[in-house]
């Protein structure tokens, strides 16, 4: 018989050198990326506006936590910079600073202080954010500055529509998916998957969210469940539709490059606090999220739903939780 002895201990048994504020940082590495495309085609506003968002989400953190809840300070954290770098990334490049100042604070002291801080939010702050302000100010929300490269700097700014906004009202108002997408504010796929075309500045390159994403998964930041699980459903569901109607409906490569949808599978769906635990029910969200995208997209009135999609499968996480949670160690 063997004199080593079996300890119980405790939960958990493994540990790992991972940590909140690593994890934090990934994230804010893999969004850069995107930030510098956007800096490239929209400027100097994207560098204020995510400087604003930024500072603005740490200091009504810091704000609540000291004068408030009096509790820890917890800003070193780097959730506060992630939560005002996505606020900053799904707004349009030319929102005025005060609405970006009141997106923050709502993200902060509402969507998130107001349950108690980093892992007791239901709902992902910038999105809650990114809602209360289109709900809020629909027009400011809705001003599209078209992309213009770093050597056109100089022009005048011209604002346009986006290629959901594009097929949006064209077929509302009589016209066919093959005429739309020949039309001149139309970019072409290649423009698309770069970033020059107009909408929020975050979302808007389809490569550099893609290097970003593939940066957490090697990092083991995030799963392949819920972003593959998200896109796979937008896209065979646009697909089902656009081989029934061509002309009605955009092909479901178009509806994965544009809008939020890549930003919103690969970093706002994943958000740890707001998504489920287990890998069947990351699926599930998944699924559900890529459902509500496409209906809304397709039958809803705004030409975007990532966000609503997102916040509404948010608040079922809890009884996806419930209904796969794993098996107790040695229960049947």
Not at 50 to 77: H, M, N, P, Y
Not at 196 to 223: P, T
């Amino acid at each position: 018989m063997s004199d080593r002895l079996l300890h119980v201990a405790g939960s958990p048994h493994v540990h790992g050198d991972e940590s909140v504020k690593k994890i934090m940082w990934s994230v804010v590495i893999a969004l850069m990326p995107a930030f510098f495309v956007a800096v490239f085609y929209f400027g100097l506003p994207v560098i204020i506006l995510t400087a604003v968002s930024v500072l603005s989400c740490v200091l009504f953190e810091w704000l609540i936590q000291r004068f408030l809840l009096k509790g820890k300070c917890s800003i070193g954290d780097g959730s506060a910079v992630i939560t005002g770098l996505l606020l900053a990334f799904c707004v349009p490049p030319d929102l005025p600073i005060p609405l970006i100042i009141l997106g923050a604070l709502v993200a902060i002291g509402i969507a998130k202080m107001a349950f108690g801080g980093l892992g007791k939010n239901l709902f992902n702050p910038a999105l809650t954010a990114r809602v209360f302000l289109l709900i809020s100010f629909p027009v400011q929300m809705t001003s599209w500055p078209k992309a213009t490269p770093l050597w056109s700097f100089g022009a005048d700014v011209v604002t346009g529509p986006t290629p959901l906004g594009i097929i949006k009202e064209g077929v509302k108002n009589g016209g066919t998916v093959e005429s739309l997408m020949g039309s001149p504010d139309m970019p072409n796929n290649i423009q698309m998957l770069l970033g020059q075309m107009g909408g929020s500045f975050g979302e808007v390159s389809a490569i550099a969210i893609l290097i970003g994403a593939i940066f957490l998964l090697i990092r083991r930041v995030i799963s392949w469940h819920i972003p593959v699980s998200f896109l796979l459903t937008a896209f065979v569901f646009a697909g089902i539709f656009w081989l029934v109607d061509p002309t009605q409906y955009a092909n479901p490569f178009f509806h994965i490059i544009t809008g939020g949808m890549l930003l919103g599978a690969c970093f706002m769906a994943t958000d740890m606090v707001t998504s489920p635990t287990s890998p069947w029910g990351m699926i599930v969200f998944g699924v559900g999220c890529g459902l509500l995208t496409m209906i809304i997209r397709m039958f809803g009135a705004y030409p975007e739903g990532v966000s609503f999609a997102i916040l509404i499968m948010n608040s079922v996480v809890p009884l996806i939780d419930k209904a796969f949670k794993p098996k107790t160690f040695a229960g049947k």
